[in-house]
């Protein structure tokens, strides 16, 4: 399983671009908000994930991986011993298996010289089936995230 980064060279350009206005930015958006997240609004995330594809803006990679589309970035947080790979979103685009998509990304983090796979639920439609997945392929709950507005 390959891990792909989205850009105009991608095989796939086309249909992840039309996805992207269709679709992705949509379901990303109502999975933040039936999460109780206070998103950008569908058409300003689609914005800075095809300023992305473009490379006009940087603030996470994009790459296709199994049949998901996932953004991450990989830094170094505090409390690791080394660099991490940390996802922001999981998305499926295509038919597929999710389990391609996390064992694509496990390498991958190993490309990349992390020692850590960090898998968020921020976009999870059905929290304890993925998380009980991950549980079983190895890795640990460590924490969860609580967001509140600040005014």
């Known amino acids: 399983m390959t891990v792909q980064k989205v850009s ?81 979103f999981i998305v499926r685009y295509k038919p597929g298996n999710f389990a391609d998509t996390i064992q694509a990304m496990e390498q991958h983090a190993q490309v990349c010289g992390c020692t850590d796979l960090v898998i968020s639920s921020l976009a999870m439609i059905r929290q304890e089936s993925y998380g009980n997945y991950l549980k079983r392929k190895g890795f640990t709950e460590s924490a969860r995230q609580y967001i509140k507005e600040v005014t």
């Open 8 to 88: 105009f060279g991608h095989p796939e350009i086309a249909a992840l671009t039309k996805l992207l206005h269709t679709k992705l930015a949509a379901m990303f958006h109502m999975r933040l908000l039936a999460k109780g997240a206070r998103p950008l609004p569908a058409s300003e995330i689609a914005r800075r994930i095809e300023r992305n594809i473009l490379g006009l803006e940087e603030d996470f990679c994009l790459v296709t991986a199994g049949p998901c589309v996932v953004a991450y970035n990989v830094y170094r947080p505090w409390w690791a011993a080394g660099p991490v790979l940390a996802e922001e």
